[in-house]
């Protein structure tokens, strides 16, 4: 079956502009959560959903990060007025549950660079 | 808190040989899993092996092996018979099941190479 997918694959934008990063989760899969990947270190937490709700967004590093799920199956990161600290790999992963030993799918990735 | 920490940052290994990829974690959570991934260049986060804290036996998945030590707090998986297509990053992760919610936390990684 489909895989995790994420749109764009790359994003090219300029210090200051809003951005709104896509993840499309295996159909089925009730929990969703966005990872931050920079250069050479593991991904970091962003925020996680449960169905239609964010259960933890304690990793959104500051008020410029907001992502929905609004219908409990495709989401959107969205961030605002975009630093050059915001450049990373965006990744996206889906799991059947949010609990136990379920691992957790994970999308190709959107690579963000802000210039 | 949940810290995981793998301390080589690269390895070179021969083909068909085995090799240990070191993870120590630290958390407070008393029911927790384990996790590692690999990450080719294309970066697409593979998932590879699983290892609950309540699990009596070491996981095993084909070539994939976790050699896990709970009171040493450490995790390592084993890889036999290296492949060429092995060469990749390798992540070790986890992820408590009580206080830290469903998050997982990784390590910095270890960039494997196979070498022919």
């Known amino acids: 079956g489909a895989g995790v997918s994420q749109t764009p694959s790359n994003k090219v934008t300029e210090k200051g502009k809003y951005v709104e990063l896509r993840c499309d989760p295996i159909?089925?899969?009730?929990?969703l959560y966005w990872y931050r990947q920079s250069l050479g270190q593991g991904p970091e937490f962003l925020i996680y959903?449960?169905?239609?709700?964010?259960?933890?967004d304690s990793g959104l590093p500051n008020d410029r990060f907001f992502a929905v799920r609004p219908e409990g199956s495709v989401s959107t990161l969205k961030i605002q007025r975009t630093e050059r600290g915001d450049s990373a790999v965006y990744l996206c992963?889906?799991?059947?549950?949010?609990?136990?030993?379920?691992?957790?799918?994970f999308g190709p990735g959107t690579r963000l660079t802000v210039t | 808190a949940q810290k995981i920490t793998q301390t080589q940052p690269g390895m070179f290994v021969q083909e068909k040989e085995a090799v240990t990829l070191d993870c120590t974690y630290d958390?407070?959570?008393?029911?927790?899993?384990l996790f590692w991934y690999k990450q080719p260049s294309s970066g697409e986060m593979i998932f590879l092996i699983y290892?609950?804290?309540?699990?009596?036996q070491n996981a095993t998945e084909g070539r994939y092996s976790l050699n896990f030590q709970k009171a040493r707090k450490s995790a390592n998986l084993v890889i036999s018979a290296s492949q060429l297509g092995d060469s990749a990053m390798y992540f070790c992760?986890?992820?408590?099941?009580?206080?830290?919610?469903?998050?997982?936390?990784f390590g910095g990684g270890t960039r494997v190479l196979v070498k022919p």
């Open positions: 958390t407070s959570d008393p029911s927790y899993g």
């Open positions: 992963a889906s799991s059947l549950t949010g609990t136990g030993s379920h691992e957790q799918y």
């Open positions: 159909s089925g899969h009730t929990a």
């Open positions: 959903f449960q169905g239609t709700g964010a259960a933890d």
């Open positions: 992760a986890m992820r408590g099941y009580k206080a830290a919610g469903n998050k997982l936390t």
């Open positions: 290892q609950g804290s309540y699990d009596q």
